[in-house]
Each structure stands twice: as structure tokens, then as C-alpha cells.
């Protein structure tokens, strides 16, 4: 079935963002950003870009760390929440992890809209509340860009952490003592394979996983170039690395999986065309990482569940006017995954 974007905007939930609406220094946040400009932090059209052309992503900024009993933030059941977009591959990190540590019900979560506009991600379209507001509650004088994930603790409304990578290993450990045995025992980050987790994060995450946005975002031929082409070099690396294997590192599921899968489940329906990544696609040029993604997304739901096709679709080609000015959200690739 083919949903048009006015459905998909019925559908969208605005969960658990009911809890702050009354609150009122989230609403003298949002005041305060409703008279200010904020559109530089939040408008993707008025990104800037390096002098060469080339884009250079901002570090995230908000990097407090939740321990398992002491500390700042404990980790304590329903205190926290996550904010995610199904658009966003960092945010979709999280999502899975969440997932196969069964935390749901430790910490909820809440999917913004992925129709980004000139104020940032909006919860849904019948909240008046971006995410920015968020982040102003956190510190009325942020600067940087209003991103999702937001790991944001309720007792001391504020932003916890927003960087994806540290979130996933939080989530990984550091709710250990609350979770059945079971949850507890799953390991993304195991000791003994934490260099070479390390080593293959490094580079995957320069050339392919950030690689695919600085193909797309690059405002001249040069930058261009010199983003492409590492990228599928990466991928061709990747390839070899992946042929007869069902995981990246080692024989289990690691995080180098997640970071991995978030990037090449999202290629062929919108990194091919939208950002010009189109030497090859995934399904026709890569039989082993085509394998490995299928077999993660249609044997384990935590890939299958947080992986939400029209959103990320409608999120790219609908928010990004810089590479797609008309808004026109192609109907293919047709499936969005193949069969596995």
C-alpha cells in the first residue's frame, strides 16, 4: 500500500510529549525561542559549509554519561526518555539498542515527525513544540544544531546526552542492574572485542556512515569526489569483510553492526538518487553486505521494528530542499529490502 504524506502525518504519535506541556519552564522555553531566530540551528537549508564546499558535521554537546547506581544520573526506571526520529540513522541506533537490551519499559520513547522545516524536527504536526524547545530548556543559550537522539532526564529536566554513539553504550550497560538476567547478559560492546569494535567504527563512521552525507551535502564537484569515492571503497572493503560472515566482528552481534546497518538499510531507498551515492546500490552491487543487512532486518525485530521505510524517505527527499527543492518523494526503490 502507497501512503500519501498527508496520512503518514495522521499517523504520527505524539506519545509521551503530553508530560511537558504544562510544565512552565519548558513552555518560558519555548517562548523564548519563539522571539529569537533560531533557524540557523535548526533550518537544514541554512546549513554552511566549509570554503571548499565540503561538509563538516558539528560535535554533539551534551555528553553526560548515566552509571548504573552513583553519580548525576543513576540509572533509575521511567526517570529518562528518549527522543528519535525513524528518519535519522543516529537516532535509529539507539531505537535498536533500546530494543535488544528490553528496555521499553525502563525508558520510553517518543518518534518525531519527519517532516523537518525551518524550526527543526516537530514532535507531530499537531504539537507547537520542536525539539529545539528541548534543548533551550536544557541551556537557554545553546548554540549548535537541535538533533535527535536526546537522552533527557525527567527529574532534572534536562538533556542528558545527544550524541548516539555514547548513548548506545550507555543503554548497553548501565541499566544492567534492573533488567531480568537475560537483558542483562546481551553484550554489544564486549571487552574482548572493544579494539577491534574501535577500528572498525573509526573508519566506517568517517567514510561511510558520515561518507554518505558529505557526498550529499557537498556544494562543489571536489568535495563531491573526494566523499564518494573513499565511500565505496569503504564498501568494497566491507564486502570482503562480510563474505561468509554473518557479523562484522567477531561471531556475535556487536554495536559495529548497528552503526553499520543504520547507513546501508537507508542506501538504496534514499543515499543511491538523494545524495548522488549511485556508483552502486546495495542490492545489486554488494551480495554479501545485501545478505548480511536482510538476514539482521528480517530475523532479529529489533532491526525490523525500528526501521521505518516511509519515514525515511519522506524525511529526506521531503526536509532536505537543498538537494531536493521540489519536495517530490520518488516511489521506488520497490521493495524498500528484499525478501531474505
Same mark, same amino acid.
Given at each position: ?32 525561542s ?30 553526560n ?41 525502563? &525508558?520510553?520513547?517518543?518518534?518525531? *515527525? ?9 514532535? =507531530?504536526? !499537531? +504539537?507547537?513544540? %520542536?525539539?529545539?524547545?528541548?534543548y ?12 535527535v ?17 555514547? &548513548?548506545?553504550?550507555?543503554?548497553? *550497560? ?9 537483558? =542483562?547478559? !546481551? +553484550?554489544?560492546? %564486549? ?8 577500528e ?22 571536489e568535495a ?32 559495529a ?17 538523494h ?55 520518488p ?8 525478501a531474505?
Amino acid at each position: 500500500m502507497v501512503l500519501s504524506l498527508q496520512h503518514i502525518s495522521r499517523q504520527i504519535q505524539p506519545n509521551f510529549f503530553h508530560q511537558f506541556r504544562y510544565s512552565r519552564t519548558f513552555l518560558r522555553a519555548a517562548a523564548m525561542s519563539s522571539v529569537r531566530d533560531t533557524t540557523h540551528q535548526s533550518d537544514i537549508g541554512k546549513m554552511k559549509l566549509e570554503n571548499d564546499g565540503s561538509f563538516k558535521r558539528a560535535p554533539s554537546a551534551f555528553r553526560n554519561w548515566i552509571y548504573s547506581k552513583d553519580g548525576q544520573f543513576p540509572a533509575e526506571r521511567d526517570r529518562y526518555h528518549l527522543y528519535v526520529s525513524y528518519a535519522c540513522p543516529w537516532a535509529t541506533r539507539t531505537l535498536i539498542t533500546r530494543k535488544l537490551k528490553g528496555l521499553e519499559d525502563i &525508558i520510553p520513547v517518543t518518534v518525531v *515527525s519527519p517532516h523537518m522545516g525551518e524550526n527543526g524536527w516537530p514532535f =507531530a504536526s !499537531v +504539537d507547537p513544540f %520542536p525539539v529545539k524547545d528541548l534543548y533551550f530548556k536544557a541551556d537557554p543559550n545553546y548554540g549548535g544544531r537541535f538533533t535527535v537522539p536526546v537522552l533527557w532526564d525527567k527529574k532534572q529536566n534536562t538533556v542528558v546526552n545527544n550524541e548516539s554513539s555514547e &548513548i548506545i553504550r550507555m543503554l548497553n *550497560s548501565a541499566f544492567n542492574d534492573i533488567l531480568p538476567p537475560e537483558k =542483562a547478559a !546481551v +553484550d554489544i560492546y %564486549p571487552e574482548e572485542l572493544r579494539k577491534q569494535i574501535d577500528e572498525v567504527n573509526s573508519w566506517v563512521y568517517d567514510t561511510v556512515n558520515n561518507g554518505v552525507y558529505k557526498a550529499g551535502f557537498a556544494g562543489s564537484q571536489e568535495a563531491y569526489e573526494t566523499a564518494v569515492y573513499p565511500l565505496f571503497e569503504s564498501l568494497d572493503r566491507l564486502e570482503k569483510m562480510l563474505t561468509g560472515k554473518d557479523y562484522l566482528v567477531g561471531e556475535r552481534l556487536t554495536e559495529a553492526d548497528i552503526r553499520l546497518f543504520v547507513t546501508v538499510v537507508r542506501f538504496d531507498p534514499v543515499y543511491f538518487s538523494h545524495f548522488k551515492c549511485n556508483l552502486r546500490d546495495i542490492r545489486h552491487g554488494y551480495p554479501a553486505i545485501n545478505r548480511w543487512m536482510k538476514k539482521l532486518y528480517w530475523t532479529n525485530e529489533a532491526f525490523r521494528l525500528s526501521t521505518n521505510f516511509q519515514h525515511i524517505k519522506v524525511h529526506y527527499y521531503w526536509s532536505q530542499t537543498k538537494v531536493n527543492p521540489t519536495r517530490v518523494v520518488p516511489v521506488g526503490p520497490v521493495p524498500d529490502i528484499e525478501a531474505l
